[in-house]
Structure formats: C-alpha cells, structure tokens
C-alpha cells in the first residue's frame, strides 16, 4: 500500500450575507475580536490578514433547535443545567437538557444523534470558513475564501456632552462564502432530512450580532450532497500528492427530506 484512502459524505453550502457581524458582540476599548484574526500573510499590509468566522455552528444549531420546537418535536437545549442556585428553570419549554435522551431510560432526540453533547461526539463536523479582504492582491492560500472585509468605528457618549464614555470597533464581512460539514459516521434518512431542513430554515434567524439592525441577513444559494473519495501519498520526491473525487447525491437528499 502507497498511499491512504478514505471515503465519506459531507454537505457543501453555498450562501450569501450583505453584511453580517458574527462573535459575541463589540468588544470595549477599541479592540475587534467579531472575526478570529488567524495571522498577517504581509508584514505591512492589513489586508493580508486571515480571519476565522465565529458562530457558524452555533446558528445551525439554534435553527435545529427552532425549527424542532415549531414542529412539535422535543430535542436538547444547548445547556447540560436544568435550573439556576436559585431554582430557576433553564429550560423551555419543548426542551430537555443536552444529553439526557441519551440516558438508558430515555429515547435519544434527533439534535443529539447529530450535534452530541459532553457525553456523546457529534455526528457532523463544521469545517472551518477562513475568510480574506478582497483587497489582497497576493496568492490565496488554500482552503481560504475572499470576501469583503470592514471595520464600523463606534463610541457612546455622555448625554448633553460629546465626551466619550465607551469606544469600539465591530469588524463585518458581506459576499459569498462557503461551509461545509462533513459526516463522522452515515445518517440516517431521518436525521439527514432533519439537517437538510435545518440549513432550508436557518435563514429565518439573523446570523450573528446587531440582527436588530439589519446585520446577519443570509441567503442559501446551492446545498450539495457529496460523496467524497481522497487519497494521499508520497511521490519519488517525497511530496505528499492528494487527489480528491466527488460524486452528488442529489436524489439521496430529495429522498432525504421526505423522510
């Protein structure tokens, strides 16, 4: 044997934002932290800078959890707690805690069979979406996605005063971008149907940060089923060669969504 193999199905998205701010907000004091700053690939220039964008999986997740919810179907919150010190509950109704379907006596849901918990590892797994200013007019690295990239500078001020009491900066991407989710393991039709109706929904959420004012809005162009084939090995020089087939599946997600 030259070389290793592995075959597996994934899901490839393709969406588009006009403006989206994902993260858990604006950070004070001037710092940005909206995208994951990754490296500088100039040593003088900002626009060489790679970014990771935050809160992907977070969002296909709260769609499971709401599309589950309107449908009548009882799947995990995102919290393993039931109840605050203070005996508050925690919990929606229409939810149960994360993992405790997967307990002997319980049925396991269909968000834990494909999202997991601390107990379980999840079925699917986010690739992540490495993103670029279009302004960069150096080579692309691979595996990373050009889009358009800009700071939005803002401060509070006191009232009756132009004195600044807080200032900070939210960084924001618009364009096209793509996110793919590969399969640990094969889904059944239920639990495919279940994720493929998932990513129809998750438009109806805003993305990330400052939804109330028009941010987060995404568009779902193309969602491809694939079956993957990858090989890799050395050549005479040592190089590591990697070829990659693919195959769609589309009618395994029609029949998919039926289910």
Same mark, same amino acid.
């Given at each position: 044997?030259?070389?290793?193999?592995?075959?597996?199905?994934?899901?490839?998205?393709?969406?588009?934002?006009?403006?989206?701010?994902?993260?858990?907000?604006?950070?004070?004091?001037?710092?940005?932290?909206?995208?994951?700053?990754?490296?500088?690939?100039?040593?003088?220039?900002?626009?060489?800078?790679?970014?990771?964008?935050?809160?992907?999986?977070?969002?296909?997740?709260? !769609?499971?959890?709401?599309?589950?919810?309107?449908?009548?179907?009882?799947?995990?919150?995102?919290?393993?707690?039931?109840?605050?010190?203070?005996?508050?509950?925690?919990?929606?109704?229409?939810?149960?805690?994360?993992?405790?379907?997967?307990?002997?006596?319980?049925?396991?849901?269909?968000?834990?069979?494909?999202?997991?918990?601390?107990?379980?590892?999840?079925?699917?797994?986010?690739?992540?979406?490495?993103?670029?200013?279009?302004?960069?007019?150096?080579?692309?690295?691979?595996?990373?996605?050009?889009?358009?990239?800009?700071?939005?500078?803002?401060?509070?001020?006191?009232?009756?005063?132009?004195?600044?009491?807080?200032?900070?900066?939210?960084?924001?991407?618009?364009?096209?971008?793509?996110?793919?989710?590969?399969?640990?393991?094969?889904?059944?039709?239920?639990?495919?149907?279940?994720?493929?109706?998932?990513?129809?929904?998750?438009?109806?959420?805003?993305?990330?940060? !400052?939804?109330?004012?028009?941010?987060?809005?995404?568009?779902?162009?193309?969602?491809?089923?694939?079956?993957?084939?990858?090989?890799?090995?050395?050549?005479?020089?040592?190089?590591?060669?990697?070829?990659?087939?693919?195959?769609?599946?589309?009618?395994?997600?029609?029949?998919?969504?039926?289910?």
């Amino acid at each position: 044997m030259n070389q290793v193999n592995r075959k597996y199905k994934r899901l490839v998205i393709k969406m588009e934002t006009p403006i989206a701010k994902t993260g858990n907000g604006p950070a004070v004091g001037g710092k940005i932290n909206n995208l994951l700053l990754l490296g500088n690939l100039t040593k003088n220039s900002s626009e060489g800078k790679k970014y990771l964008v935050k809160g992907l999986r977070g969002w296909i997740n709260h !769609a499971m959890m709401t599309l589950a919810k309107e449908e009548g179907v009882e799947v995990c919150h995102t919290s393993e707690k039931t109840e605050t010190q203070k005996g508050v509950s925690l919990l929606p109704e229409g939810f149960h805690a994360a993992g405790k379907c997967n307990e002997e006596e319980e049925e396991e849901c269909l968000k834990h069979k494909l999202m997991g918990s601390f107990r379980k590892p999840s079925k699917i797994q986010f690739e992540p979406v490495i993103i670029i200013s279009n302004y960069y007019k150096g080579k692309i690295p691979n595996g990373v996605q050009v889009m358009h990239i800009a700071t939005e500078k803002r401060n509070a001020l006191k009232q009756h005063t132009k004195e600044a009491i807080q200032d900070f900066g939210e960084r924001y991407f618009a364009g096209e971008f793509t996110l793919t989710i590969n399969f640990r393991e094969e889904l059944s039709q239920e639990e495919l149907g279940f994720l493929l109706k998932t990513i129809l929904y998750a438009p109806e959420l805003r993305l990330g940060a !400052a939804g109330n004012n028009g941010a987060g809005k995404v568009t779902i162009k193309e969602v491809h089923l694939q079956q993957v084939e990858r090989s890799r090995g050395f050549n005479a020089q040592g190089k590591v060669v990697e070829e990659e087939k693919t195959r769609n599946l589309h009618k395994e997600m029609r029949e998919a969504m039926n289910a």
